[in-house]
């Protein structure tokens, strides 16, 4: 819309804007970052009132935003608001029921895939430790996720070949209010230094609310992501940075091969390696594609980073589904993923949590 010439007609038309008759059209003002006590008010306004230290909640998140560089939006926050409540209720470190005996079954399904006898886990967990009490006894008796983290580390130091036998296998791999996983915590630290004190190690700092809100919001929030929904990241906050853009890829990859795939977002097996479906599936397509197996696999490889969707691979695997089908296809799609874990008490999916975090997230936005 033009300006118009005379101050009246625009002082009417942004009066009516006001009461939701009409919208103001006028040139943005000059793009700002916002105060720290404006964001501060926003979350005043968002965070619940019965929340515990809710200050301490507000100052660190807005914090979090400035050291991160993203936009304080109500959007952005409410996203925030949504996933905290979803995953811990504003607690730091909540109770959860049962989580020793949850803990004792992970400990015993690690041991069957990796090879290790039963008999030698359960050998050393019923070793008694330095307070009287087996080990066995004490993750029992844990209540909290600090508290299994904790005994679990000083088992693995302590015992007979722990170290060797049960390293990196610590149940506890999500932390904090905000339940970070650890492997991204690390990964994002590498590529950005962590802007507060450390006291301890990176792995600790996820149990505070501080050090899990900021790898939190970065793990929602720091990266592009070609979603028109936030339901997307929410989804990929519960698996992994664009998942539900891959998961959209292999949709797409199933249409031009004909191949069933399960849409769950992982391009490549766990170890990086070879062999996984998806890429067997491209590479019955190679000659249509007009790539080269290595070619196919260098452009997976890229599957956790937004320059994936620039490469040929993606743009022609899309042109060829959609060709196919003879229509367009999303290029977001909620993953297929059941969830595991010593926390979970019942089988969940990555779209349970998507759908339940959105409904909180549409609800913080309406007010």
């Known amino acids: 819309m033009r300006a118009f010439g005379r101050p009246g007609p625009l002082i009417a038309l942004c009066l009516s804007a006001a009461l939701g008759l009409a919208a103001c059209v006028s040139p943005p003002p000059a793009a700002r970052e916002a105060r720290p006590e404006e964001t501060r008010a926003l979350l005043a306004g968002i965070i619940p009132q019965a929340v515990r230290d809710r200050d301490a909640w507000i100052e660190d998140i807005e914090a979090d935003f400035r050291a991160l560089r993203l936009a304080p939006t109500r959007a952005n926050l409410c996203a925030v608001v949504a996933v905290i409540e ?160 891959n998961a959209a890829f292999q949709h797409a990859v199933s249409v031009a091969s004909g191949t069933a795939l399960t849409s769950d977002g992982a391009l490549l097996p766990a170890d990086g390696g070879r062999g996984g479906a998806t890429e067997a599936a491209l590479i019955s397509l190679a000659p249509r594609l007009k790539l080269d197996p290595a070619q196919i696999h260098a452009a997976l490889e890229q599957g956790r980073q937004g320059e994936f969707e620039r490469t040929a691979l993606y743009q022609r695997v899309f042109a060829l589904a959609e060709q196919h089908a003879r229509a367009s296809l999303p290029r977001a799609l909620l993953p297929h993923i059941e969830l595991h874990g010593p926390k979970l008490s019942r089988t969940l999916t990555t779209q349970w949590y998507a759908r339940r975090v959105d409904g909180r997230f549409q609800r913080c936005q309406r007010g």
């Open 86 to 245: 979803q995953e811990s209720g504003f607690r730091v470190d909540p109770v959860v029921p049962d989580l020793g005996e949850r803990a004792l079954r992970e400990i015993d399904a690690r041991a069957e895939r990796a090879d290790i006898p039963l008999v030698l886990v359960h050998t050393a967990l019923d070793l008694r430790s330095a307070d009287g009490r087996t080990w066995r006894e004490r993750i029992l008796a844990a209540r909290t996720e600090k508290d299994l983290s904790d005994i679990f580390e000083a088992f693995t130091a302590q015992v007979p070949l722990g170290q060797r036998l049960l390293a990196r296998w610590n149940p506890i791999r999500t932390r904090g209010p905000m339940q970070v996983n650890v492997a991204f915590a690390e990964r994002f630290e590498q590529e950005r230094a962590y802007p507060y004190p450390l006291h301890a190690t990176l792995e600790d700092e996820l149990f505070s609310r501080r050090g899990s809100l900021y790898f939190g919001i970065a793990h929602l929030l720091a990266y592009d992501a070609p979603y028109p929904r936030y339901l997307y990241r929410f989804a990929d906050y519960n698996a992994a940075q664009y998942a539900s853009r």
